[in-house]
């Protein structure tokens, strides 16, 4: 289901409304989008800042215990704007900023001017983002509804699911909940999926329940022994993911996924574009374009020559993806000029 899928995964990447939908509809056979959809209007899922200081979907549950558990990166996160919160009693913004999103869910816009009037010499944006650091804010509905839109307004976890914030965890329970989504990892794969340091002493209290391996490059990595772990030769189907998505974000050394030839092709500064994988690994961008209302045309741009048998599977992959994302619709299937690097 979209919601186990969500849990597997300790979220999805979120910093648009569309693609947590078009990563479930990578990852399930079956999906639909009004899934996710219903999920997030009955609270049992919501978009809130954690991992990397970007915005996730997660489960309810895993709101309330995985924001605790990163707030030491929102703190550190918060020492970058010490300048434009001179003066300001950040227990004090915690508590007025609390109050306003609980009293009506705002936008960071009326946040700010909120918080200005308590501190007028203070940096407005300063004041948005601090409370952000110390309160887990979450982005209400209709924000992040398929097929609707809404503005971004705010607020808390605890207000908007009912029920209180959870102590942070131990790490090491979120260890192992990593490992089975994303292993075998190295401590420096989860560090960079999660934002954090320090984490090696949680990889060695649970060393003796865990399996370990060297990758080519002497680096220990950890998994747990009834973690799958496919034979190289193992085909992998084609598969559309969205920009940011987790598969490409989720480890230090992304030669997993990205081969050293296609190193920095997927992004340009802090854009990241959708992507597409043949036989496990990144072979090139995607992008979906309107031709007229009720018909979309999907064009796939290839970093390298793809086969007659690849491009015949990543078409099929495109029309199920279509099919999936827009069902009742007309659409066009067309393979751009093969990206060469700039």
Not at 57 to 64: E, K
Not at 231 to 241: C, I, S
Request: proline share 8%.
């Amino acid at each position: 289901t979209a919601k186990a899928a969500v849990e597997h995964l300790l979220g999805l990447q979120a910093q648009n409304v569309k693609p947590p939908y078009y990563a479930l509809a990578a990852r399930l056979e079956g999906f639909a989008p009004e899934e996710l959809s219903g999920l997030m209007a009955d609270r049992e899922v919501v978009r809130i800042v954690t991992m990397r200081s970007t915005i996730h979907t997660h489960t309810a549950a895993d709101t309330l215990t995985l924001r605790p558990l990163v707030q030491a990166a929102r703190d550190r996160e918060l020492t970058n704007f010490r300048k434009g919160l001179a003066g300001v009693d950040l227990d004090r913004l915690a508590l007025l900023a609390r109050d306003l999103v609980e009293t009506e869910p705002r936008t960071m816009k009326q946040l700010r001017e909120a918080l200005l009037e308590e501190w007028p010499d203070a940096d407005p944006q300063s004041l948005a983002i601090a409370a952000r650091c110390r309160l887990p804010l979450v982005q209400v509905t209709p924000r992040g509804l398929w097929g609707q839109s809404g503005q971004v307004a705010l607020t808390t976890a605890e207000h908007w699911l009912g029920r209180p914030a959870e102590p942070a965890p131990a790490p090491d329970a979120t260890v192992l909940r990593y490992l089975a989504a994303f292993g075998p990892a190295s401590v420096k794969d989860m560090q960079t999926w999660a934002g954090l340091t320090r984490l090696r002493e949680a990889f060695e209290r649970l060393r003796p329940q865990l399996l370990t391996f060297r990758d080519e490059h002497g680096v220990e990595l950890f998994d747990l022994p009834d973690a799958p772990r496919p034979a190289a030769d193992t085909p992998a189907p084609p598969r559309f993911l969205p920009e940011f998505d987790n598969l490409l974000l989720s480890h230090a050394d992304r030669t997993r996924v990205i081969p050293a030839e296609y190193w920095g092709r997927s992004w340009v500064g802090n854009m990241v574009y959708a992507t597409f994988l043949v036989d496990g690994f990144l072979a090139g961008v995607w992008k979906l374009e309107k031709d007229a209302p009720d018909t979309h045309a999907l064009v796939i741009e290839p970093f390298g020559k793809l086969t007659k048998g690849q491009r015949n599977e990543v078409t099929q992959e495109g029309a199920r993806m279509l099919a999936t994302m827009h069902p009742g619709t007309s659409y066009d299937i067309r393979f751009g000029t093969v990206v060469r690097p700039s």
